[in-house]
T-cell receptor, first 115, second 111 residues
Framework: IAGITQAPTSQILAAGRRMTLRCTQD?????MYWYRQDLGLGLRLIHY???????GKGEVPDGYSVSRANTDDFPLTLASAVPSQTSVYFC??????????????FGSGTRLTVV | DQQVKQNSPSLSVQEGRISILNCDYT??????FLWYKKYPAEGPTFLIS???IKDKNEDGRFTVFLNKSAKHLSLHIVPSQPGDSAVYFC??????????WGAGTKLIIKP
């Protein structure tokens, strides 16, 4: 592993089903983030974690939950998927909150379609 | 209302010429600005950044200009190369240390 690994790469999910998107990093970054990317809207922050054991809500947190049991893993769960959650989801990390000098490192994304 | 706007969804430039991508923001309190590049089926990758105490930052073929009075940010790529074809996002850091993103501009470099 080098950087951030997201799984699955893509998924078609029936509405109402539960789904967990996985994210693992090997850079020992303290901060991690989940974004969704929708056409014409750029990236919007769903949830973030500044350090293991803490999480916070971003711009669009409704319908999503996260946990940060350790430094490396930051899973995103959709408890009951709805079609409006169809999107491309990106996980990202940074050395710490508020240190943007080298930017964030992103995973390759998970393309989720809720039908 | 979007706090960060990239008003050009796409831009086509001849190889070897200069590419100029623009970004406008609404909040004069923003003090850190970044550009990311994204290829299809990949995550965004960090390109270049600038803090509000500067008005220009260069890194090889890439230069970012910041006009604080106009609340305007631009990225210049010169000379443009085929590998520069990608979607470019500008992002600003807010007071909570979170990034706010523009919608992106798709740059197409023509041979």
């Amino acid at each position: 592993i080098a950087g951030i690994t997201q799984a699955p790469t893509s998924q078609i999910l029936a509405a109402g089903r539960r789904m967990t998107l996985r994210c693992t990093q090997d850079m020992r970054h303290n901060a991690m983030y989940w974004y969704r990317q929708d056409l014409g809207l750029g990236l919007r922050l769903i949830h973030y974690s500044n350090t293991a054991g803490t999480t916070g809500k971003g711009e669009v947190p409704d319908g999503y939950s996260v946990s940060r049991a350790n430094t490396d893993d930051f899973p995103l769960t959709l408890a009951s998927a709805v079609p409006s959650q169809t999107s491309v989801y990106f996980c990202a990390s940074s050395e710490s909150q508020g240190v943007p000098y080298y930017g964030y490192t992103f995973g390759s994304g998970t393309r989720l379609t809720v039908v | 209302d979007q706090q960060v706007k990239q008003n050009s969804p796409s831009l086509s430039v001849q190889e070897g010429r200069i590419s100029i991508l623009n970004c406008d923001y609404t909040n004069s309190m923003f003090d850190y600005f970044l550009w990311y590049k994204k290829y299809p089926a990949e995550g965004p990758t960090f390109l270049i950044s600038i803090s509000s105490i500067k008005d220009k930052n260069e890194d090889g073929r890439f230069t970012v200009f910041l006009n604080k009075s106009a609340k305007h940010l631009s990225l210049h790529i010169v000379p443009s190369q085929p590998g520069d074809s990608a979607v470019y996002f500008c992002a600003v850091m807010d007071s909570n240390y979170q990034l706010i993103w523009g919608a992106g501009t798709k740059l197409i470099i023509k041979p």
